[in-house]
């Protein structure tokens, strides 16, 4: 069974400066953003929601392609959504971004993820 997507417009996303970022709201809930940020020229998209402690990544630090978390500085790749660093091992769920008529629109799904659980390697019980 496919989830269900709907598309939200980023309103003047045109204006977005290259290393800014912005909380987008996508859904009925005060904590449904969607982080979106203009580095090197594209948009991208991830979860605005910091895996660890919930913290909305708005209101932390751009250094180059990572958003650093204002809480505990745990940092995310802003292009593909996985952990870079810090007190985290579970990534934040990554958007697309479509360009329609010269307009922005961000494709979520419904419920709108944001912690995204990384690939582990398996144990192996042999390994003494």
């Known amino acids: 069974m496919e989830q269900a997507t709907k598309e939200v417009e980023i309103e003047n996303a045109e204006h977005i400066n290259d290393g800014e970022m912005i909380a987008v709201k996508v859904g009925d809930k005060d904590d449904d953003k969607v982080l ?16 660890h402690f919930g913290v909305s990544l708005n209101m932390g630090l751009l250094f180059d392609d990572k958003v650093l978390c204002p809480a505990h500085s745990a940092g995310f790749n802003i292009t593909t959504g996985a952990p870079e ?3 985290i091992t579970d990534g934040v769920a ?15 799904p419904n419920p709108i ?6 690939h582990m390697a398996k144990r192996d ?4």
């Not at 990554?94 to 010269?102: C, L, Q, S, Y």
């Not at 993820?113 to 990384?118: A, I, L, M, N, R």
């Not at 019980?125 to 003494?128: E, F, I, Q, R, S």
């Open 85 to 87: 660093f810090g007190p």
């Open 36 to 51: 979106v940020v203009r580095y090197e020229g594209k948009l991208y998209a991830i979860s605005n929601k910091c895996s």
């Open 94 to 108: 990554k958007f697309e971004i479509i360009e329609k008529e010269g307009k922005s629109f961000l494709k979520v």
């Open 113 to 118: 993820p944001h912690k995204v659980t990384q």
């Open 125 to 128: 019980p042999n390994n003494k």
